[in-house]
């Protein structure tokens, strides 16, 4: 129940197109929902963050779309840039403590 | 930008040993916390720390593991008696206060174990 289960593992996207990546929990507890960007030997940095009194958050190029009913939650990357290739990390908090639940992790790459 | 400061970067000891991770979270941060990252995997929770003491930690922190405050500065993970299977990257992280939720992560120490 405190998983987060995150699709696909993979992605390959043409620069300036659309990249996709979902993820679903189940614990109804969590209540917070941050994307984290990871490049090759740094620590996840916070890319953009939602709770779920929204249904989408945009910042730029990222867009976070929340599905309440479903457990639902993804983030868009209009745009993709080269410069996006990284591993993202979906993750869900809860609790006063605030510990994250994370993805399994997507590997984005954008073509030139 | 403030950051958190880890060291070392890369840590190599022999099965056995015990190790000892060090981290500086941002300075007015309230909350810290380590998680671990096997190679290729995803990232894994391990404990939280507020108010000097332990918030919450995962099945992973068993007793192999402590953390401690030893200064208004410093946050350290110490790993006794490492195995094979710890072998992985280390991140520190830090949140500001409770209704502050992002976290802001460290660039890890990957540990070897040999």
């Known amino acids: 129940q405190q998983q987060v289960k995150q699709s696909p593992q993979s992605l390959i996207v043409q620069k300036g197109g659309i990249s996709i990546i979902n993820c679903a929990y189940e614990?109804?507890?969590?209540?917070?929902f941050p994307w984290y960007q990871q490049f090759p030997g740094k620590g996840p940095a916070l890319l953009i963050a939602?709770?779920?009194?929204?249904s989408e958050k945009k910042e730029g190029r990222f867009t976070i779309s929340f599905n309440k009913s479903a457990k639902q939650f993804s983030l868009h990357i209009m745009d993709s840039q080269p410069g996006d290739s990284a591993t993202y990390f979906c993750?869900?908090?809860?609790?006063?403590?605030?510990?994250?639940?994370f993805g399994s992790g997507t590997q984005l790459t954008v073509l030139p | 930008e403030p950051e958190v400061t880890q060291t070392p970067s890369h840590q190599v000891t022999q099965m056995g040993q015990e190790v000892i991770l060090r981290c500086v979270p941002i300075?007015?941060?309230?909350?810290f916390y380590w998680y671990r990252q096997i190679l290729g995997q995803k990232v894994e929770f391990l404990v939280s720390?507020?108010?000097?003491?332990?918030?919450?930690k995962s099945e992973i922190f068993d007793d192999q593991f402590s953390v401690e405050r030893p200064d208004g500065s410093n946050f350290t993970l110490k790993i006794r008696s490492t195995k094979l299977e710890d072998s992985a990257m280390y991140f520190c992280?830090?949140?500001?206060?409770?209704?502050?939720?992002?976290?802001?992560f460290g660039s890890g120490t990957r540990l070897t174990v040999v």
């Open positions: 992280a830090s949140r500001g206060d409770s209704l502050s939720y992002g976290y802001t």
């Open positions: 614990n109804t507890a969590f209540d917070y």
């Open positions: 939602i709770r779920p009194d929204v």
């Open positions: 993750a869900a908090s809860a609790g006063s403590a605030r510990q994250l639940t």
């Open positions: 300075s007015n941060h309230l909350y």
């Open positions: 720390f507020y108010n000097n003491e332990i918030s919450e």
